[in-house]
């Protein structure tokens, strides 16, 4: 039952309202900032938008920050894209094949494996990541967008979420698809892929967001500017050595790579939330 208070009603909507302003309060203060001049910036940052948008964007995205040694915005956020959409991408196929070999095979040490793919939960790339690193130097992987993506791409959290869910699919649907003539391979093709859609998109979104945020491993990687990310370029112009940072252009600069994930979020927000509830079952 459902009871109607119009003094809680308006607790909550206030609670709402606040909460909402204290997240979206440092993202107002870095666009205002992004349309000031660096002076008006250095002196404080005024509450209300400058005049100097387009001029500010127009630079960081043209010619970037020279004295900060990296590469012009758009080349680091296609870095960043790429980086993104492969870890994503390797990361669902693969562990949407490796959980349908888990659930659907039956072959010796099956559970070993599962556990196996499992453990490596407590084994981060922070951990290891100098072994890692040495394997990637030696395949000539350094500053190439192999070297940046490969690495990461495998995922154990992701095989136990699908293994979880293909666990939940009736046995009576892979009989009849066995009895019609369905291989392995068209089973997984046309009857376990569209009935993992929603959950392919609550991961591709989570998946993404971990892909573009990545900074240890492609300061490490890459040495070559043309393959920095924008996560890495915002860290240089950051750190100015002796020089002023320019927060105008820094801030201009941090709300356009804060772009590409909210419309990820946005475009696949209706599938997203269903994927995390059906997942919650």
């Given at each position: 039952?459902?009871e ?32 000031h ?45 790429v ?9 669902i ?97 046309d ?11 609550a ?15 492609p ?43 909210v ?19």
């Open positions: 039952m459902v109607r208070r119009p003094l809680l009603n308006v607790l909550q909507h206030a609670v709402l309202i606040l909460g909402a302003a204290l997240f979206v309060f440092p993202i107002y203060l870095a666009f205002v900032a992004s349309t001049t660096a002076q008006e910036v250095n002196s404080g940052i005024p509450l209300l938008p400058g005049a100097e948008m387009l001029s500010n964007y127009a630079q960081v995205l043209g010619e970037g920050i020279s004295t900060a040694g990296a590469p012009p915005l758009w080349l680091m956020l296609m870095n960043s894209t980086m993104a959409l492969s870890i994503t991408i390797g990361k196929a693969i562990s949407l094949l490796s959980a349908f070999a888990i659930v659907y095979f039956r072959f010796p040490f099956r559970l070993l494996a599962f556990w196996t793919i499992f453990i490596t939960l407590m084994l981060p790339v922070e951990v290891r990541i100098l072994p890692t690193y040495e394997v990637v130097a030696q395949l000539g992987m350094l500053n190439s967008y192999a070297g940046l993506s490969i690495p990461l791409i495998a995922s154990a959290t992701a095989t136990f979420l699908f293994r979880q869910f293909f666990m939940t699919v009736p046995d009576e649907l892979t009989e009849a698809a066995r009895i019609d003539g369905a291989g392995p391979m068209k089973f997984f093709r009857i376990l892929l569209p009935l993992s859609r929603t959950n392919i998109a991961l591709f979104v989570i998946l993404f967001i971990y892909g573009w945020n990545q900074y240890l491993w300061l490490l990687v890459t040495t070559d500017e043309s393959y920095y990310t924008i996560v890495m370029g915002i860290q240089r112009m950051a750190n100015a050595g002796e020089e002023t940072p320019q927060w105008h252009l820094i801030m201009a600069t941090a709300i356009l790579a804060l772009l590409p994930p419309v990820v979020i946005l475009g696949m927000q209706r599938l997203f939330v269903r994927g995390l509830v059906e997942v919650e079952k």
